[in-house]
């Protein structure tokens, strides 16, 4: 599946972010390896999660996004994703009409 996403934001406070899929899928993100990313521009860094990074590519051009969580349980597209500003929880909705809370731990 393609991770066609439909909104993404970032975390009020770590390297992550979260997304919204049309896959039925929410997403969420380290973003961690490209603050530490010190290659020249125009290259890509390496890791050892680079062979199963296809999809991160779609979304970030390269391998230093990894994925952390994905969240099954929507029944249709997913519209929008967001972080709790202070709690360790995400709230989705989507087009099967329900509106998700997801704990993060």
């Not at 125009?42 to 979304?59: F, W």
Request: proline fraction near 4%; glycine fraction near 4%; include cysteine.
């Amino acid at each position: 599946h393609n991770h066609y996403v439909y909104s993404a934001q970032f975390h009020p406070k770590e390297d992550l972010v979260v997304s919204a899929s049309l896959d039925q899928t929410v997403r969420v993100w380290d973003i961690s390896g490209l603050r530490k990313k010190n290659a020249a521009p125009g290259t890509v860094a390496y890791d050892e999660s680079a062979h199963r990074a296809s999809q991160q590519a779609d979304i970030f051009g390269s391998t230093d996004a990894i994925v952390k969580f994905v969240l099954e349980g929507h029944d249709r597209s997913v519209n929008w994703a967001s972080f709790h500003p202070t709690l360790p929880l995400i709230v989705s909705c989507g087009d099967d009409r329900q509106v998700k809370l997801w704990r993060m731990n």
